[in-house]
């Protein structure tokens, strides 16, 4: 009989977990599509900021003597010191997402390592920043609770910092590692150089550009569109991340139910047949002491 309430107990446990991971996955599922809705919004914005930038930059580099001269464009192939971000979730629960990024980061600090290059790693997330800190990997920067709920205020403090050490030739780039939302059922790995800026990662825009600035200071105003550019993209990266850190929990989510429901299925034939076995030598024991006393 201890084995038949064991086993009951273990029933009963496992049906608590699956009404959890069943909850948890409606929640991550309302989450998701609020988070693509918002996604879907800033991603307009960062796709006409992105293509404005690329246009004047070409605009500037064609007609004016010497090309661009802000250092925001100056690409150098011997980087020697990068900053490296990357943007994790806060919380677990969300099968492999967190591990990916993490996975991607490692080998981006090896390779950086092998190549003698110095990285100042600035960490966005709790589980990524526990991860390398346990690890004894030393982080220059660290942001918690932005990725679970991004402010694109706290986004341009945080970037601030490596746009002005980039701008001052502390670093040679500034590197953006995350892992993306691709659909509800997939994510994908984001790797993206905010500086220097790459004028031929976006294509310009195809129209005869209404907006006319003076020679004198189209550095100014370049230089402002590159911040925001800086800034947004950033914001958005934790926007799309977080979309898919949901996407991520609303899978895990699923295979925890299916996986507690099947659990319950082998516990409840477990129960059946142990109550069965002890009903069978009960009724043995009853018959063998009737036939003794005869």
Known sequence: MAALK????????VHNTQKTTSAMKLVSTVKLKRSQEIATQSRAYSQKLNEMLSTIARQIETYRVGGIESRYFAFDEKAEKIDLIFVTADKGLCGGFNYR????????????????I??????????????????????????????????????????????????????DRVVLIYNGFRNMISQEMREILLLPVDINRVEPIEERSMLEFEPKGDETILNSLVERYVEFNLYYALIDSLAAE?????????????????LARTLTLQFNKARQEAITTELSEIVSGAEAMK
């Open 101 to 116: 990024t993490i996975k991607t980061v490692s080998h981006k600090l090896d390779e950086y390592r092998e190549n003698k």
């Open 118 to 171: 110095k990285v100042r790693l600035r960490g966005i997330g709790k589980k990524g920043v526990e991860y390398f800190k346990f690890n004894h990997v030393e982080l220059y920067d660290e942001t918690i609770g932005l990725s679970s709920a991004p402010n694109f205020e706290r986004a341009k403090e945080h970037i601030a910092k490596s746009a002005n050490d980039y701008m001052k030739g502390l670093t």
């Open 246 to 262: 949901h996407s991520a929990r609303m899978q895990a989510m699923e295979s925890a139910t299916k996986n507690a429901k099947e």
């Open 6 to 13: 064991d086993i009951k107990r273990r029933i009963k446990s």
